[in-house]
């Protein structure tokens, strides 16, 4: 069971926008920032947002990161079928003293 | 280019010890924190050690402390994790991953994984 709650699976059609819900509690988002991943089929995963809303270096603009409270959303347009995989979010708990990661969620791309 | 190659997977029997290592290469390893995430067949993201820079900090997941160890050698840009009293549920890919600066939350960039089989 983890600590952040995903759904198990999300999808939608190309060139549409997709949203994957993470929640958590006053002890982990509540106060602390966001993180999300993308791990394609069969490899490691990668780093997608950070701070709650920042892309690294070559990450598209379609993808965005938002928190509010104690959850946290990533949010995908122009869907393309390159983006299925399953995403992660992850954050600090500091009842726990450690990073933490969400379920994961599968995007499909129907 | 960063690359982060894992090393030292494979099949244990329970009760049993290996130690994984991480060779690192295309940035300045003694500038970034450490980490060590797996992740069980089929399962999500399980983050289970960090190491700060100058390898004087570690932080462990409750399910591996006491058992495992994080230590880097920043003269071989390489890291480590010691695994002792391996049990069942220690199964997993073991992915070395690169920290985003000096704090541990982030992962920036992640090796390919090697595979833990502990199993009698």
């Known amino acids: 069971q983890s600590v952040l709650t995903q759904p198990p699976s999300v999808s939608a059609a190309p060139g549409q926008k997709v949203t994957i819900s993470c929640s958590g509690s006053?002890?982990?988002?509540?106060?602390?920032?966001v993180s999300w991943y993308q791990q394609l089929p069969g490899t490691a995963p990668k780093l997608l947002i950070y701070d709650n809303n920042k892309r690294p270096s070559g990450i598209p603009d379609r993808f965005s990161g938002s928190k509010s409270g104690t959850s946290a959303t990533l949010g995908i347009t122009g869907l393309q079928t390159g983006d299925e995989a399953d995403y992660y979010c992850?954050?600090?708990?500091?009842?726990?003293?450690?990073?933490?990661f969400g379920g994961g969620t599968k995007l499909t791309v129907l | 280019e960063v690359q982060l190659l894992e090393s030292g997977g494979g099949l244990v029997q329970p009760g049993g010890s290996l130690r994984l290592s991480c060779a690192a290469s295309?940035?300045?390893?003694?500038?970034?924190?450490m980490s060590w995430v797996r992740q069980a067949p089929g399962k999500g993201l399980e983050w289970v050690s960090a190491?700060?820079?100058?390898?004087?900090?570690?932080y462990y997941a409750d399910s591996v402390r006491g058992r495992f160890t994080i230590s880097r050698d920043n003269s071989m840009n390489t890291l480590y994790l010691q695994m002792n009293s391996l049990r069942a549920e220690d199964t997993a890919v073991y992915y070395c991953?690169?920290?985003?600066?000096?704090?541990?939350?982030?992962?920036?960039?992640w090796g390919q994984g090697t595979l833990v089989t502990v199993s009698s």
């Open positions: 992850g954050t600090w708990d500091s009842s726990l003293s450690t990073v933490v």
């Open positions: 006053s002890s982990n988002i509540g106060n602390n920032y």
């Open positions: 991953a690169k920290n985003l600066g000096a704090k541990i939350l982030y992962f920036d960039y």
């Open positions: 190491i700060s820079i100058s390898g004087g900090s570690t």
């Open positions: 295309g940035f300045t390893f003694s500038s970034y924190a």
